[in-house]
């Protein structure tokens, strides 16, 4: 048989493999070539073994690659990355909590939506369907999870899945925050991003600081006989917890990105406002009659009130004012959450 023929043989074999070979590393047509180089070397030198005459052989070709292996068997020691645990890889391990917490928290801001509009609708079934809800929950989290096994049974890292310009712009930060002496998380090896941006924090403190003694102080006593006794009761209670929120987002921001057990502090005081402001929140909405609507007719301020023809459109407000809120609590919790990260010394 020709040197040819074996040629035929082997390439044939190594064809196989290449194809079987995971996405990840194709990527890298370098490492594809040494790869396959490496196993070329390795048959024609077991097939010179093996051959009686010393010279390769359809059957010495077809015994070496028998000694090498299933094209499977050998592409199976390429996916043999990451450290096993729980059907999916410590390394990606991170990256599958993270997308299933993104994940979650939509289907929770989009059913509590639907819930918002359900009670407004006055349907009760629809706004408890527990059913429907956990329903939701189980299906993304069997996808992500089918996704994530097959993934580490293929042997990804986290980098694999990234581009090489993310990659490059990563190795560059890295390298940034080392010469500015940033911190490096000693779980990724990667730079924590700062978790505020000061100025804008003081600046939205000090707003929300002179708004919140407006609704306080309400410097237009000619206006005040106008009001519900209710609605400037909440009005004045609204504006204190505004000023504190200001008070504390001010401080935040003068703390800037040190002490992150201050910052998750304050931010368990913010959840706790917002969680005191819903029931305000709910009983306005629940009670908009006694919201002001004030003119100014024949020198005089006079307040018509709401009309109950508004009440719908009065309520879809107060729902969405709701809804944020709830936004703005998970936001506190998950960036308290975040804040573990940066417990690490400058």
């Not at 729980?86 to 599958?96: A, F, H, Q, S």
């Not at 993104?102 to 639907?114: A, D, G, M, R």
């Not at 009005?235 to 992150?260: K, Q």
Request: with cysteine.
């Amino acid at each position: 048989m020709s040197e040819k023929q074996v040629e035929l043989i082997i390439e044939e074999y190594l064809k196989i493999v290449k194809k079987k070979l995971p996405d990840w590393l194709k990527d890298d047509k370098n490492e594809i070539r040494e790869i396959m180089s490496q196993l070329r070397d390795h048959l024609w030198s077991k097939a010179e073994e093996l051959s009686d005459t010393g010279i390769p052989t359809e059957e010495s070709a077809r015994l070496a690659i028998a000694h090498m292996g299933s094209p499977d068997s050998i592409v199976r020691e390429y996916k043999k990355r990451g450290t096993p645990y729980m059907y999916i890889t410590k390394e990606l391990w991170p990256l599958y909590k993270k997308v299933l917490a993104i994940l979650f928290t939509v289907v929770i801001i989009l059913n509590v939506i639907s819930i918002v509009f359900a009670v407004i609708e006055g349907n009760w079934s629809a706004a408890f369907n527990l059913f429907g809800i956990f329903s939701n929950f189980a299906v993304i989290f069997t996808i992500v999870t089918i996704i994530f096994v097959v993934l580490s049974k293929e042997g990804y890292l986290p980098e694999d899945l990234k581009s090489k310009s993310e990659l490059k712009r990563e190795e560059k930060e890295l390298k940034k925050a080392r010469e500015l002496g940033m911190p490096i998380s000693p779980k990724t090896g990667k730079p924590l991003k700062p978790f505020v941006k000061p100025l804008e924090k003081i600046v939205g403190g000090i707003f929300g600081i002179a708004f919140g003694f407006l609704l306080l102080a309400f410097p237009f006593p000619t206006l005040i006989p106008l009001f519900h006794p209710i609605f400037l009761l909440i009005m004045r209670v609204a504006g204190l917890i505004i000023i504190i929120e200001g008070c504390l987002g001010m401080g935040r921001g003068l703390i800037g990105n040190r002490d992150p057990e201050i910052h998750q502090v304050i931010l368990i005081v913010l959840i706790i406002l917002d969680l005191i402001s819903i029931p305000i929140i709910i009983y306005i909405f629940r009670n908009p009659e006694i919201l002001p609507f004030i003119i100014y007719d024949d020198g005089q301020f006079i307040n018509l009130g709401v009309s109950s023809e508004l009440y719908f459109a009065v309520n879809i407000i107060f729902a969405i004012i709701i809804i944020l809120t709830l936004i703005g609590i998970a936001e506190n919790i998950y960036n308290a959450g975040k804040l573990q990260r940066y417990k690490v010394k400058y």
